[in-house]
């Protein structure tokens, strides 16, 4: 089973920026899809950003050049730099794997979950 742990959230005024950690184990990431998603208060879970195994990036509109996915594949980590931040970027932000090379965005396309780090923007 693959097991995802996530780290670096935390709360920051509206224009700061937070880097997201997420270490993985069970899986290499440089094999499969990986991703960002987001659940704020009293909405569904959206995908913010996917990493395939060949590097190729997929960003949702909202993240209009603020976030940037990225991977280590020595350490076996992906992680999510976020500038820029505003308030409606507060929520539960989840790392996930899906066991393919090609990404998909939905919710049920991931098999696998971290436990969620909350990111609080504040104005």
């Known amino acids: 089973r693959v097991s995802l742990v996530e780290s670096g959230g935390g709360s920051v005024r509206a224009g700061g920026s937070l880097r997201l950690s997420c270490s993985v184990s069970?899986?290499?990431?440089?094999?499969?899809?990986m991703a960002w998603f987001r659940q704020a208060p009293g909405k569904e879970r959206e995908a913010v950003a996917t990493i395939n195994g060949r590097r190729n990036r997929y960003y949702t509109g909202f993240v209009d050049g603020r976030f940037t996915i990225s991977r280590d594949s020595a350490k076996n980590m992906i992680f999510l730099q976020m500038n820029s931040l505003k308030p409606e970027d507060t929520a539960i932000y989840y790392c996930?794997?899906?066991?393919?090379?090609?990404?998909?965005?939905?919710?049920?396309?991931?098999?696998?979950w971290g436990q969620g780090t909350q990111v609080t923007v504040s104005s």
């Open positions: 069970g899986a290499t990431v440089a094999d499969i899809c």
């Open positions: 996930a794997a899906r066991l393919s090379t090609w990404c998909r965005t939905g919710v049920t396309d991931f098999s696998d």
